[in-house]
């Protein structure tokens, strides 16, 4: 047989049950469109939190409070210690190829401006967090030393956090808003720096000595950002950074250390490792669909052989091979995973845009991703059709023919 009449013949025995070709590529159609869209988003979120992260500066190093244990890809036990102070933070300003040092405090509150509140994360920081973030202020000014120093209750505003209060056509600068039942005067607006790992876009910035004397009442912080004068000095900051602590804190076993120095190439890459291993899992789950399409295909075929009985009856008895029979329906198998994964892959980048459009939520469609999905809609076809494909071709013409 020609392959040009096995394509037609393949297309002809599909379009003769149209109702059930079509109900059978759905499963194949809904799997690999979910595939995509659900790789598409885990990638985007990777990339996301990947961008995010350098964009606060290549040279950065962050200290954290409390033990670094991990657990697979996943560090635990970090930032839930009261292990920093601003003493630590002035014994690393004196290593050698420090630029700044921007000692951090965090916590959630409410914060309300007239009617309008919302619970978000206050921050308090010093004037160097503006250089060391890589932040810049649209609208306003940023705190500086004489408002730390002489306890100013200032606030500068995340560009979400200023919608959220004031709206989108007001201007909050000069504006008064209320944090833990305490006035603070909002003096600029930060420019948007889209979400994502430690983004400053939902946040409150307030003096560091603000946020220690009336809100924890201590003199520890939540992390210190240090930036580093060059990149090729990344080690060995580090590492003077991390003795010098030690000593500091009394300890003379590392493995004991109460605290843990990243740099931002550590962050990436542990940022990278969770996303992965959440888009594999989320691959996988969608995949299970694309299991249950190949029992549709292979159940259709089934019924089709079991349907056509007569007609390969016919055909072996007119000089077709067991192969020849065998390769016909494996076609047709092979043709509704084809078909149904070209229309996947179009719903699933459909998919990927819309989540992009309506849930500003960043995805990735790979062409990589593309090319898998394909192939497995692909291979589907050729496992799932492949049984009864072999049972067509070993039907006995004799009785072929016979059946009613």
Known sequence: MLYRDLLQETYLAIVANKARSVLTMLGIVIGIASVIAMVSIGQGAQKSITDNIESNGA???????????????????QGSAESLTMEDATVIASVTNIEEVSPESSGRYQVTAGDNNTNTSVTGVQPAYETVKNLTVSNGSFINQNQ????TKVAVLGI?????????????????????????????VLEETGSGF??????????LSVLQRYFTGSNTVSSISVKVATADA???AQADITNLLLEQHDITNADEADF?????ADIVELASSVTSTLTILLGSIAAISLVVGGIGIMNMMLTTVTERTREIGLRKAIGAKGYEISRQFL???VMLTFTGGIIGIALGKLVAVLVTKFLSTATAVSLSSVALAFGVSVAIG??????PARRAAKLNPIDALRYE
């Open 59 to 77: 040279n950065l190093l962050t200290v954290s409070p409390g033990k670094q244990r991990s657990f697979g890809p996943v560090s635990a036990g």
């Open 148 to 151: 730390l120093t002489s306890l």
């Open 160 to 188: 979400t956090v200023a919608t959220d209060l004031f709206g989108e056509d007001t201007d909050p600068v000069g504006e008064t808003i209320r944090i833990n039942n305490m006035n603070f005067k909002v003096i600029g």
């Open 198 to 207: 430690n983004s400053s876009d939902d946040a409150v910035v307030i003096p």
């Open 234 to 236: 990344m080690t060995t």
């Open 260 to 264: 843990n120095v990243r740099n931002s």
């Open 331 to 333: 076609a047709e198998a």
């Open 382 to 387: 050729i496992v799932f059709g492949y049984y």
